[in-house]
């Protein structure tokens, strides 16, 4: 059972370089495709930015006045989209009316709950309010340079274009608590590192991030319309989809936006990484059977923990972190130019192991039952007999000594719940 453990931890770990070598040519590939790319700089047509906000937070407001200072040729419009006008969010708009006179900023009531998602239930009353056949829509977090909206709509010079979406860092305020700065690591060389290969292995991407999704009036028509996501929680992933369904390209802009990640604890830390992962899973279900794969430093320690410490396991595990090392640098700070990823690179084996542990509790959940009783546990047989076989390894070789039983019985029997 040791050697089919060990051959198995190493053969995962082997796979898991192979994608971190894969993420290096993704990555080189959108770096090249922007430098090679040519674009009409004169092409700026009316648009409106579609903006639903809901609550406010220290740093939305920040968010809010970037927008208003686009250093865009065409003309420009911001559609804030409220529930109710006693959100505290009217405060900031009416604030940012004040501030800004000469930009065009509309507030609308969104009063019909037309589905489950409240905020593309908010999109769709504000869609009919939109000025302009070009829509951008962001979250009331997000933060843009003054050339944002001059980049992504340049996009659109190209009539293959039907969406234009953008990668994004996650900020974290000075000295903020570490589960913080893991989430912000994780966008920067975990989900954007993921972004990237999927777009050089498809051929392109075929959804959409939150940050940014662009595109026109007519183009959402033709993909069945925001009608037709107000039962999605992954509307961005979505829409993206169904815009490259109808035969258009979604294009993955060069411009690289930024959102505000919260000062969380450790219980909120975990319950936003369970959720994104089992986005993953009912999103992309294929990319997520393959998500355990991109861990491969978790499998490279189970590897040396399996082979006993064997020295070709620690010469193995030492390629594994510095391809792990590469591919955050190579995206984190070349192509996303967050400097945090630098303050934070001594973290990236924990948010890789924590990363690792919310995608298996993002399994179908098991049950163990032996013995009369059950215990439910949140990841895959698979996984539970391989932790198992290397804490019997570990205790052989003495890393760690303690009392072993099997779980509830000797023949456990396993069901789906």
């Not at 495709?33 to 579609?50: C, H, M, N, Q």
């Not at 920067?188 to 292995?201: C, N």
């Not at 430093?297 to 410490?309: I, Q, R, Y």
Request: glycine letters at 12%; hydrophobic letters at 45%.
């Amino acid at each position: 059972m040791a050697i089919f453990i060990e051959v198995i931890t190493t053969l995962l770990t082997l796979a898991g370089l192979a994608y971190l070598l894969l993420v290096l040519w993704g990555t080189r590939d959108f770096a090249h495709y922007w430098r090679r790319k040519s674009v009409d700089a004169g092409f700026a047509p009316d648009v409106t930015i579609l903006k639903p906000v809901k609550g406010v937070d220290q740093r939305m407001y920040a968010g809010l006045v970037s927008h208003c200072r686009q250093e865009y040729a065409g003309r420009f419009e911001i559609v804030f989209g409220v529930s109710s006008l006693d959100d505290p969010a009217v405060g900031e708009i009416e604030r940012l009316q004040a501030e800004f006179p000469g930009c065009a900023i509309r507030l609308v009531e969104c009063r019909e709950r037309l589905g489950t998602s409240g905020k593309v239930s908010n999109l769709v009353q504000m869609l009919r309010e939109a000025q302009y056949e070009y829509v951008v829509i962001n979250d009331s977090d997000i933060r843009v340079s003054a050339q944002y909206l001059t980049r992504v709509m340049q996009c659109f010079s190209d009539a293959k274009v039907g969406m234009v979406t953008a990668p994004y860092i996650g900020r974290t305020a000075e000295g903020g608590a570490v589960w913080s700065r893991l989430e912000a690591l994780g966008i920067s060389t975990d989900f954007l590192p993921g972004v990237l290969t999927a777009r050089r292995l498809e051929g392109g991407i075929h959804f959409g991030l939150g940050s940014t999704l662009a595109t026109s009036k007519s183009v959402l028509a033709k993909a069945g319309g925001l009608e037709s996501l107000t039962e999605y929680l992954a509307d961005d992933y979505e829409m993206g989809a169904r815009i490259a369904g109808a035969g258009y390209r979604v294009e993955l802009s060069n411009e690289v936006v930024e959102t505000t990640v919260p000062e969380y604890h450790f219980g909120g830390f975990k319950d936003h990484q369970l959720r994104w992962a089992r986005s993953t899973r009912d999103s992309r279900k294929l990319g997520y059977l393959g998500l355990g794969i991109t861990y491969a430093v978790p499998w490279a320690v189970m590897t040396c923990v399996a082979s006993g410490l064997a020295l070709w396991s620690f010469s193995l595990l030492s390629v594994v972190l510095l391809a792990r090392v590469a591919v955050a640098l190579s995206v984190g700070v070349g192509v996303l130019g967050d400097e945090q990823v630098l303050r934070d690179l001594w973290l990236l084996p924990l948010r890789d192991f924590l990363g690792w542990v919310s995608g298996c509790g993002a399994l179908p959940g098991i049950r163990w039952c032996g013995a009369g009783s059950c215990l439910r546990c949140g990841m895959d047989g698979l996984l539970l007999c391989i932790l198992s076989a290397l804490r019997l390894q570990a205790m052989s070789t003495g890393l760690c000594s303690g009392h072993y039983d099997a779980p509830l019985g000797d023949t456990p029997l396993i069901t789906r719940v």
